[in-house]
């Protein structure tokens, strides 16, 4: 497994200098403290804590794994004192609300911070990084009794918690749910049901586990328009606030996995398990979309984790390891062959790998940074950078997962057979990447919201929002030094729109036709996004040498990373306009018998 090395200088330039962050938060009431001293600060705080306690379970976690009994699981060695320390750093209460014993930071903070533990090791970080969507959540549509209960104690890292929506018979067609809560006598609800793939959802690393539950009334109508949400404690918790006796939920097993080993996937059995409604009786679904929606950030955040600790490991093989010699001539003359660095395809592996982690970086630090201005900034600014929100989340979770797993399968390839050994940690990597693009919604259910719901359910306005953006920040950046990338990125924006219009008109034909196009619409979408942060960056760059700031090299690379992308990545959205354009025609055409074995 890689040594990880956090990116403190990427995430800098990220978070200083192309997004300046500071100036933005001097302008949010309650953000004001978030100067870019204390941010660099935190930041290596974090790194410090990523790099050296966390990192070092990644691998003996993934081969012990999670140990269950009927008394509970048991997380792996040395988990529990790891999130010990991450609880006495305060690192939970980072970037919540004061009133409630948070520190008031920005979300994007939150996510930075994220990012390095989970890079260091997602199995981990999914234990703490469940507990967000249920802050949230509470935060959002419990009373205030509930906040004192649960709220204080989620935010404090003393409780964790998480979601529970999905059953066996029901994944992302939430209508099917058949859980049950029964009206009880001192205001709670009896919740009987069974939920499956539930991380993070039994361990021993914490006194009690907040469970955010979806689940029907006994008249609610049929459908998701007929779901509730509840919190379910695993122990009841007294009137004083202290954990009292055990709720009858329980972990019946958990999954033998893949990837992330060191996560307890459960399955719950909730057999009259006293629970307390969140929010108004049969709109459980609107208020679960807080935790999704948070989860699904989170979850495009493993996407950029994985790239970029695939990368780490394939850029320290690729320079170490010596195979045969560069077509233009040995680089290493003294040694019996060149490292493989020198080769072509191998750098148009760890260009690939670096394009996709730094350039997702920048995205989603901008996602996340919308989430703060929707929370602080004035109505105006939270109604435009929530409509930047809604169009991006599904492009964020479902690109970013679907290129991070590229880049750990090119970080594999990179090693060639040693990567396929379990010793070098590479195939770890991939293993723990593959579930990225399924929950939270896969790849799929993300690309009918973004088509459906997003940009052809806002009649276009979503889109235009951010193609507005877009051509705004080329229209400022004419010029001889950034025209091979604003020239081509002012090109897809407008494609962007054109294409949009034609798969619009296709779906009025025949609704099929946006399902068929729906994938591929998505990636092109992403493409085109992660270009505009790749034009963003380069421009930034050309402008800090320019001045002679900073360090040239740093710069220097930052430019031709953003070259790599705009000539070997960006024009994969060819080939995807064309798939988006094709229709349902070959995709609906043969009958159902036919599919045969």
């Not at 982690?357 to 600014?381: N, P």
């Not at 050994?421 to 929950?439: C, F, H, N, P």
Request: glycine letters at 10%.
């Amino acid at each position: 497994m890689p040594d990880y090395k956090a990116p403190v200088r990427d995430m800098q330039f990220v978070i200083n200098e192309v997004l300046e962050s500071e100036k933005l938060y001097q302008t949010l009431p309650g953000l004001e403290e978030a100067t870019e001293d204390l941010m660099n600060a935190i930041m290596e705080e974090g790194a410090r804590f990523s790099e050296n306690v966390i990192s070092p379970l990644n691998r003996s976690g993934d081969e012990e794994g999670c140990h269950w009994s009927e008394e509970g699981v048991k997380t792996p060695a040395g988990f529990k004192d790891a999130y010990r320390q991450y609880v006495d750093n305060g690192w939970p209460a980072l970037a919540a609300d004061p009133e409630y014993g948070g520190q008031g930071m920005p979300n994007m903070l939150g996510i930075m911070i994220n990012e390095m533990a989970g890079t260091a090791n997602w199995s981990w970080v999914m234990y703490p990084g469940l507990s967000h969507g249920a802050v949230n959540t509470v935060e959002a549509h419990g009373d205030e009794e509930q906040k004192q209960k649960y709220l204080t104690k989620l935010v404090s890292g003393e409780w964790t918690g998480t979601m529970c929506l999905t059953e066996s018979q029901c994944g992302s067609d939430l209508g099917l749910l058949r859980t049950k809560a029964e009206p009880q006598a001192d205001g709670s609800y009896a919740i009987t049901g069974t939920k499956i793939f539930i991380s993070a959802g039994e361990h021993d690393m914490t006194d009690n586990i907040v469970h955010i539950v979806l689940a029907r009334l006994p008249d609610a109508p049929a459908g998701t328009k007929g779901i509730s949400l509840f919190i379910v404690p695993k122990f009841n918790v007294n009137d004083d606030g202290t954990v009292g006796e055990r709720n009858a939920v329980h972990c019946a097993s958990i999954e033998e996995k893949m990837g992330i080993h060191g996560n307890a996937t459960c399955v719950l059995n909730f057999d009259g398990a006293k629970g307390f409604l969140i929010g108004p009786p049969n709109r459980g679904l609107n208020a679960m979309f807080t935790f999704m929606n948070t989860a699904r950030i989170g979850t495009a955040t493993q996407g950029l984790a994985h790239a970029e600790l695939s990368f780490q490991g394939a850029l320290m093989y690729a320079k170490e390891r010596l195979a045969m010699r560069s077509l233009t001539g040995p680089k290493n003359p003294d040694g019996p062959a060149d490292p493989i660095i020198v080769h072509p395809d191998v750098r148009r592996m760890l260009l690939t790998q670096k394009a996709i982690a730094e350039g997702s970086r920048a995205f989603l630090y901008f996602l996340a940074q919308q989430g703060d201005i929707v929370a602080k900034g004035t109505e105006e600014q939270a109604k435009a950078a929530d409509d930047l929100m809604a169009l991006l989340t599904p492009i964020g979770k479902a690109f970013v997962t679907e290129a991070g797993f590229e880049a750990a399968n090119l970080g594999l390839q990179v090693y060639g057979g040693h990567g396929f050994i379990r010793e070098w940690g590479m195939e770890q990597i991939v293993r723990d990447a593959r579930i990225a693009m399924l929950y939270e919604g896969t790849t799929g259910i993300q690309a009918l919201d973004l088509v459906g719901r997003k940009v052809l359910g806002s009649g276009g306005k979503l889109l235009l929002g951010f193609t507005s953006l877009v051509d705004e920040f080329c229209d400022a950046n004419t010029g001889a030094e950034c025209e091979e990338f604003i020239k081509p990125l002012k090109a897809h924006n407008k494609e962007w729109l054109d294409l949009s219009m034609k798969l619009g008109e296709a779906a009025m034909e025949n609704a099929d036709n946006a399902g068929a196009g729906a994938v591929d619409y998505l990636m092109y979408s992403g493409y085109v996004t992660l270009a505009y942060f790749w034009a963003r960056m380069a421009v930034v760059a050309q402008q800090k040498i320019a001045a002679g700031a900073g360090d040239a090299s740093f710069y220097e690379a930052k430019i031709l990373t953003a070259r790599f992308y705009f000539e070997r990545l960006l024009p994969r959205t060819e080939s995807l306009k064309t798939t988006v354009l094709a229709g349902a025609d070959s995709v609906m055409a043969m009958p159902e018998e036919l599919f045969q074995l």
